[in-house]
């Protein structure tokens, strides 16, 4: 599969915006973002309606890391449901195999999740699964495979990573390093800072 390419920092500074996509540099000062000095006099270009649309779709797709027709595809399922989309479409990312197991601080970051998913280092429900796209649902239990708790990369990510917040629809026993999806994402506990509407409107055209 093709992969994102490009600089992670140029798409944070592009949106302005935290995505995370360095792992655990995001969580110190030398994040590029952090280190930024603001700019006084930069005369800022005005977007037309269409530039913020795709701006917004923009942020939403690197966070992601979601290629063009994938993200798309995530799109049109959120579309058909009886939901409202925009909240729909990052619930079904928020519940992808890969962005659970980096919310349990089973990785440093969502494209770590995605390798170490491929890789085949994790159960669903006892059974492996190396499929970064599986929908996780209500119920569902996620565990690091016995042998992959061994490896001095998963015991460096765990020691770091279990330090961050965990969203109230995960919990995690931390003495057997299961983490349950207790309940489906609620709409106030969808990232706020994107803007829906304008990511319907941009497909929406």
């Not at 239990?141 to 490896?151: D, R």
């Amino acid at each position: 599969m093709p992969l994102n390419k490009g600089s992670k920092c140029k798409r944070c500074r592009a949106s302005n915006l935290k995505l995370f996509l360095k792992g655990e540099k995001c969580y110190t000062d030398n994040c590029s973002l952090e280190k930024r000095k603001p700019q006084r006099f930069l005369r800022k270009r005005r977007l037309s309606q269409y530039g913020q649309q795709l701006k917004e779709k923009q942020k939403v797709k690197w966070k992601y890391g979601m290629l063009e027709g994938q993200f798309e595809r995530w799109y049109r399922m959120a579309e058909r449901s009886s939901n409202i989309t925009g909240e729909e479409l990052l619930r079904l990312l928020e519940r992808r195999l890969d962005n659970v197991v980096y919310r349990l601080g089973f990785s440093f970051s969502r494209s770590q999740a995605r390798q170490l998913v491929n890789h085949g280092h994790f159960l669903v429900n006892g059974r492996a699964v190396d499929i970064p796209s599986y929908l996780i649902k209500e119920g569902d239990v996620v565990e690091i495979k016995k042998k992959s708790k061994k490896l001095p990369l998963m015991k460096e990510i765990l020691k770091v990573s279990q330090k961050k917040a965990l969203p109230g629809w995960l919990e995690i026993d931390k003495k057997s390093l299961k983490g349950m999806v207790k309940r489906l994402p609620l709409s106030e506990e969808l990232d706020q800072e994107v803007d829906l509407p304008l990511v319907v409107g941009y497909y929406s055209r």
